[in-house]
């Protein structure tokens, strides 16, 4: 993924409130559950950072998460890098009202060049990821606790 790409997005409209879709993407018991299981700590606080190793076919991967920017249950973004790899990229999380459901808008803004000779940096894996993150693993989430 590289800085003149544009940005990889997720929309999902899902039956929950802003405040239930707030939940699952800024607290740990819930994003654990959908997200990866293994985020030791995380706060919807500017400056607060989090590291936690992902397992991939051709590596481990130590994310390194710091939140940058918060608006409550509006949106969340943070800064991921991935440690001893280049690259950067800003993931933001925008809820909106529509229709007695939650609209919810992930964008994934590269920062600094990935290496895309690494294939989970190339835009089609980002792409597949966030896809099944937000369309599948969060939906299914929310339609199992709010529903």
């Known amino acids: 993924m590289k ?9 999902q409209l899902l039956n929950s409130t802003k405040a239930e879709v707030w939940k699952a ?18 706060k919807a606080e500017v400056g607060f950072t989090t590291r936690f190793n992902v397992k991939a ?10 939140v940058t920017e918060v608006i409550p249950q509006q949106k969340i973004t943070y800064n991921w ?6 690259g950067s990229a800003d993931t933001s999380f925008e809820l909106f009202e529509q ?8 964008t994934n803004n590269v920062i ?18 966030w896809n099944y993150f ?9 339609s199992l606790t709010t529903n």
């Open 134 to 142: 937000i369309n599948e693993r969060l939906k299914a989430f929310l």
């Open 81 to 86: 890098t991935f440690k001893d790899c280049k």
């Open 99 to 106: 229709d007695n459901k939650t609209l919810l808008r992930l």
């Open 25 to 42: 993407i800024t607290e740990l018991d819930q994003m654990v559950l959908w997200y990866f299981d293994n985020i030791p700590a995380f």
């Open 57 to 66: 076919p051709s590596r481990d991967f130590l994310h390194i998460w710091k």
């Open 112 to 129: 600094e060049d990935f290496d895309d000779r690494i294939p989970e940096f190339k835009r089609e894996s980002c792409q597949a990821g």
């Open 3 to 11: 800085t003149t790409d544009k940005p990889v997005t997720a929309e």
